[in-house]
């Protein structure tokens, strides 16, 4: 394996985890995810943010819908990611109630049936909680390979100052690895919030 290239590394471990992903039951996913939900919901950026963006869960990944229901119990703004068509295949992001019309993007996941004319840039919100395959505990984030996620965050690679949104990863435990193979385009996420507890540690969420 040592001989591998990142592109068959990556792959390999795509499959590996969405494998371990798919073993869990749902009652199991559902637990792993309330749990993460509260520790994610004690910490300050979740709660000083006002818009914030989610994902809806797919093929056994970590659900947000607890820190959904919480931000908006609080009265956040909360957005769903959308393919951008005209902007290169970036994410813009849509507003999202429970009573938002959903339709399938090209990839059949759904996205908010929203007008484009309430879409949002990434720099309009606060925090983005986003999916991934695997992550580290420093903030390696290993995507499902569509680079979307690093195409729409890479100002935040030529920023030092101003780095809105703050990007949290959520996933479940078994997704870490001590190591990912990275490219010069990937954009590393803030924390990861997963069962287990935060990465790197709570300083990261402030």
């Not at 471990?13 to 749902?26: M, P, Q, T, Y």
């Not at 005209?86 to 019309?101: E, I, N, Q, S, V």
């Not at 010069?184 to 924390?191: E, L, S």
């Not at 990861?192 to 990261?204: I, M, Q, R």
């Amino acid at each position: 394996m040592h001989n591998e290239s990142s592109a068959t590394k990556k792959r390999r471990i795509r499959k590996e985890v969405r494998k371990a992903r798919r073993a869990l039951s749902r009652r199991e996913v559902r637990r792993k995810s309330q749990a993460a939900a509260r520790f994610v919901a004690r910490t300050g950026a979740f709660h000083r943010a006002e818009r914030v963006a989610f994902y809806l869960a797919a093929d056994g990944e970590l659900d947000p819908r607890y820190l959904v229901e919480r931000a908006r119990k609080l009265g956040k703004h909360c957005f769903l990611p959308v393919i951008d068509t005209k902007l290169g295949g970036r994410l813009a992001f849509a507003p999202y109630t429970p009573d938002t019309p959903l339709q399938p993007n090209r990839f059949g996941i759904p996205e908010p049936a929203v007008p484009r004319a309430f879409w949002v840039g990434p720099r309009r919100l606060d925090v983005i909680y986003a999916p991934l395959v695997a992550f580290t505990p420093e903030g390696g984030r290993l995507g499902m390979g569509g680079g979307f996620y690093d195409r729409t965050l890479a100002h935040r690679r030529h920023l030092t100052l101003w780095r809105r949104p703050r990007v949290f990863g959520l996933a479940l435990e078994l997704q870490k690895r001590e190591w990912l193979p990275e490219e010069p385009w990937d954009i590393p996420v803030d924390g990861v919030a997963s069962e287990a507890g935060l990465y790197p540690g709570w300083s990261s969420f402030r």
